[in-house]
DNA sequence: AATTTGCACAACCATTCGGTTGTATTTATA
DNA sequence: TATAAATACAACCGAATGGTTGTGCAAATT
């Protein structure tokens, strides 16, 4: 199996969304995404782990406390992506159209 | 854990990215899609259980041969949750940015 | 000095994932 | 009619996932 760790695969797990969307408020301590969480720290830090791992947080140490900072311009890959697929996706509808039209003038 | 068959656990395997390209371009059937993918057409047909279960691609049997078609508007929530995010990214340095520019004021 | 807090590391666990092989069934085709 | 093609269904497999508990350690706090 191929070594997977990309944006895709980081976005994919819902709280692993959720600890974006936390963080796209600005940087937080673990135990703040751990907050109202429903899952315990060392769970967060896994997700933290795989987040960082592929670009998308940044870890900076203060102290004892750790901070996570969001990195969210990794998720251009994905927009070009979704944009690359649907372009193609429309011009097939384009090319219809124009089969159909064609066909109608004959 | 929680049922996961969303459009972002969809496009999280690059097979299925691969599958979602080549259909962008048009309806094809499994052997098309099997095609130089280097799988079996049983690993394939799990794939596109998958994005079919999410509503990515319909199937449509025609005689002995099944045609997929990509469905890509679901992508739209993709998206959305990208925009969402790094809107509120980008609003967090504006106040970074106001919060410097402030305090040369002073 | 004692205790709490924040975290790292490791082991464990059930489930899912991504793929395979193997068999059976239906549908075209030579 | 025999055979090839397209698929479906199920079992299996190793590895990854998403979590847990448990232990230990350094840094603050009392």
Redesign the interface.
């Known amino acids: 199996m ?1 070594e ?1 760790r990309d944006v ?2 980081a ?4 709280t692993r ?1 959720m600890i ?2 936390k963080l ?3 940087a937080l301590n673990i135990g703040q995404i751990v907050a109202d969480s429903g899952i315990t720290r060392q769970g967060i830090a896994k997700h933290l782990k795989v987040l960082s791992e592929c670009g998308m947080i940044s870890l900076t140490q203060k102290g004892r406390e750790q901070f996570c900072e ?1 990195r ?1 311009d990794q ?1 251009d890959e ?2 070009d ?2 944009n690359a ?2 372009k ?2 429309n011009q ?1 509808f384009e090319k219809l159209d124009k089969f159909l039209t064609d066909k109608k003038k004959q």
């Not at 976005?11 to 819902?14: L, V």
Request: glycine letters at 4%; zero cysteines.
């Open positions: 191929i997977r895709f695969q976005i994919a797990d819902p969304r974006i969307q796209s408020r600005g969001a969210l998720l994905v927009i992506w979704v697929s649907r193609l996706w097939r």
